[in-house]
């Protein structure tokens, strides 16, 4: 999709928008496109009313190089022009400019973190938006409410020339993908990958590595991927959570994650590393 673009994350709008801006405009977790043949993509406007919509919220996200970036959200009963619609995000996915796609997913998530901290969970008191930094204070108690972020590691384990895959309950027919779970409180990450292996899987551990890490909106977490080698053990499943895990190699691979994901990315590497 070509060169990547630069984004610089903002909170204050500018004083005054004089030129059209991305808006990334939500409808519960739905994202407003226009539809062209192949693709879709994202209205810039000078402000979303153009196009006689009335936002039950908005914020200043940044601007995308030089244009600014804002997210919004409309009401259920709200109408769209004919040649718009709204989709969710993993159907825009390679659909999409892969720049504005990823801003979408941070768009998505700072909508819904404003509207779920409306009031204080420590006292019930409505909070405030601040204009200094990403967050909303309850007037009464001072309690700050920040983007809510969860983070998750997930890891490929390698054997020689065998990966580990393994079936959640929850997958779609057929596919097979990496091991993954959320870090617990107190945990380091590679704590986290240890304990997550042993308790899904049952097998041992060792050399993990750093691999790359990835938003994913799916509703607010941060997957901090990994890669790690096999040492020991047989694989004895979490019957609550995984199904089915099993070591593949490279020529008998089972229906695998779409590109979106960073599950691929590890496995995709995994594969190239053998082909070398």
């Not at 984004?7 to 519960?28: K, L, N, R, Y």
């Not at 209205?43 to 190089?65: I, K, M, W």
Request: aromatic letters at 10%; hydrophobic letters at 40%.
């Amino acid at each position: 999709m070509g060169k990547k673009r630069r984004f610089v994350s903002g909170i204050t709008p500018p004083p005054q928008q004089t030129e059209s801006a991305w808006w990334f405009i939500f409808q519960d977790q739905r994202l407003l496109v226009q539809n062209d043949a192949s693709s879709v993509r994202i209205p810039a406007l000078l402000d979303v009313r153009e196009l006689g919509l009335r936002p039950v919220r908005q914020h200043y996200l940044g601007r995308l190089d030089n244009r600014h970036c804002y997210a919004a959200e409309v009401s259920t009963e709200a109408s769209i022009p004919q040649d718009m619609g709204f989709e969710g995000l993993r159907q825009v996915y390679g659909r999409l400019d892969e720049d504005l796609f990823w801003i979408s997913t941070r768009a998505i998530q700072i909508i819904d973190w404003d509207k779920t901290h409306q009031f204080c969970g420590r006292c019930g008191v409505r909070t405030r938006l601040l204009d200094t930094e990403r967050a909303r204070e309850c007037p009464q108690c001072s309690l700050l409410h920040f983007p809510r972020l969860a983070p998750a590691i997930i890891v490929l384990i390698e054997r020689g020339r065998e990966l580990l895959l393994a079936r959640s309950r929850r997958f779609a027919p057929g596919m097979y993908s990496v091991l993954a779970g959320f870090v617990e409180p107190g945990e380091t990450l590679e704590e986290a990958v240890v304990r997550e292996v042993r308790e899904e899987v049952g097998i041992s551990i060792g050399s993990i590595r750093y691999f790359e890490s990835q938003p994913w909106p799916f509703p607010h977490s941060l997957m901090i991927g990994f890669t790690a080698t096999y040492e020991g053990g047989e694989i004895s499943l979490d019957d609550k959570e995984i199904e089915d895990a099993a070591w593949f190699t490279p020529e008998n691979l089972p229906p695998l994650p779409g590109k979106i994901s960073i599950a691929r990315k590890l496995i995709d590497a995994f594969l190239e590393k053998q082909r070398h």
